[in-house]
């Protein structure tokens, strides 16, 4: 699937999920677990999770260095996704897993929860990241696009520090972003190797044939899924 769509169906999980999290403590009899959604529902917290999530359903992408969500931040992300595709032995390999989402979900609530730095750089970067996958940015121009997303990145985080964003529940919405992507680019003629480092590629439910940046894709998912987000948005923020 084409970035677009990977950050909107991010968005639109998140909002779809996220009073299920905020109850699950409750449903498991352990009201501690409650620290790791904290106030989810409120407009803030809500938005900022829809933009973590959206970003974080880019990060398997960073072993593309020839994507365009590797330009985000300029030679910074494309040099980290050159370092990525190494590692990780080329696009959809073991970025495309549910061991490496599991991993980020977990790396990402450590930093929130140990060192604050650490954290603001995750959360500058999912934001980042958020922004250049739905298309902010100026077309051909690369570094134009980068320093633009820079800009607009350092206002957002900004103006989510001001309105008290918490990011407690980061690791989660880092966990689930990872986790769609993998079951978007299960649903491309390619597949994912879902149990990596087990071989093998998943096709979920079967290969049904989309064709990444393809006319459906294009002209039917993303809109569709950009109306998905709209809704779940204002029927977060209904009163009860």
Not at 45 to 50: C, D, K, M, Q
Request: net charge positive.
């Amino acid at each position: 699937m084409m970035g677009h769509s990977h950050a909107l169906s991010g968005a639109a999980m998140w909002l779809a999920v996220s009073p299920a999290l905020v109850a699950l403590p409750d449903a498991l009899g352990r009201p501690e677990l409650a620290t790791l959604t904290g106030p989810i529902l409120t407009p803030p917290e809500l938005v900022a999770g829809a933009v973590m999530c959206a970003g974080a359903a880019m990060l398997p992408d960073l072993d593309h260095p020839s994507a365009t969500i590797a330009q985000t931040f300029g030679p910074v992300t494309w040099l980290l996704s050159k370092g990525v595709n190494f590692v990780s032995g080329g696009h959809r390999h073991a970025t495309h897993s549910l061991l490496f989402g599991v991993l980020m979900g977990v790396g990402a609530h450590f930093l929130g929860d140990r060192y604050p730095i650490g954290r603001d750089i995750m959360v500058v970067l999912m934001i980042g990241l958020a922004i250049r996958a739905v298309g902010i940015g100026v077309p051909g121009r690369t570094l134009t696009s980068a320093i633009v997303n820079v800009g607009l990145t350092a206002g957002l985080f900004l103006t989510f520090m001001t309105l008290g964003v918490t990011y407690s529940w980061l690791g989660l919405a880092i966990g689930v972003g990872c986790l769609v992507h993998v079951i978007g680019d299960c649903l491309t003629e390619r597949g994912c190797p879902v149990l990596w480092p087990i071989k093998g590629r998943w096709l979920l439910p079967w290969d049904i044939g989309i064709k990444t940046g393809k006319a459906f894709e294009k002209q039917f998912l993303g809109p569709a899924l950009s109306i998905v987000v709209i809704a779940l948005f204002c029927l977060r923020l209904m009163p009860a």
